[in-house]
Nanobody
Framework: QVQLVESGGGLVQAGGSLRLSCAAS????????MAWYRQAPGKQRDFVAT???????NYANSVKDRFTISRDSAKNTVSLQMNSLKPEDTAVYYC??????????????WGKGTLVTVSS
């Protein structure tokens, strides 16, 4: 089992910045992808950004050029630097990892989420 704990959410004014962090712990063997998703009130959970073991990144169009995902594979952490925040970025942000266990079975794990509120 892998546990994920997010931190860094909060209230910020439009145009401001926040940095989210997520730490993975537990029986970690091999984490392939680390990602962030978000879910606004009354909406489905959407992809935000992902980073693989080689540092290659991918972003949702809505956050490209404003958000930056980074990863410390040695510490099993992933961060999301969010700049130029907009009210529509308001959501609960979830950390997600794709983990390969010693049995070579891939499992997706989710954190409990951290709330980001952007005021206009």
């Amino acid at each position: 089992q892998v546990q994920l704990v997010e931190s860094g959410g909060g209230l910020v004014q439009a145009g401001g910045s926040l940095r989210l962090s997520c730490a993975a712990s537990g029986s970690i063997f091999n984490i392939l992808f680390m990602a962030w998703y978000r879910q606004a009130p009354g909406k489905q959970r959407d992809f935000v950004a992902t980073i693989d073991k080689d540092g290659r990144t991918n972003y949702a169009n809505s956050v490209k050029d404003r958000f930056t995902i980074s990863r410390d594979s040695a510490k099993n952490t992933v961060s999301l630097q969010m700049n130029s925040l907009k009210p529509e970025d308001t959501a609960v942000y979830y950390c997600n990892v794709n983990h390969i266990g010693t049995n070579y079975i891939a499992t997706n794990y989710w954190g409990k989420g951290t709330l980001v509120t952007v005021s206009s």
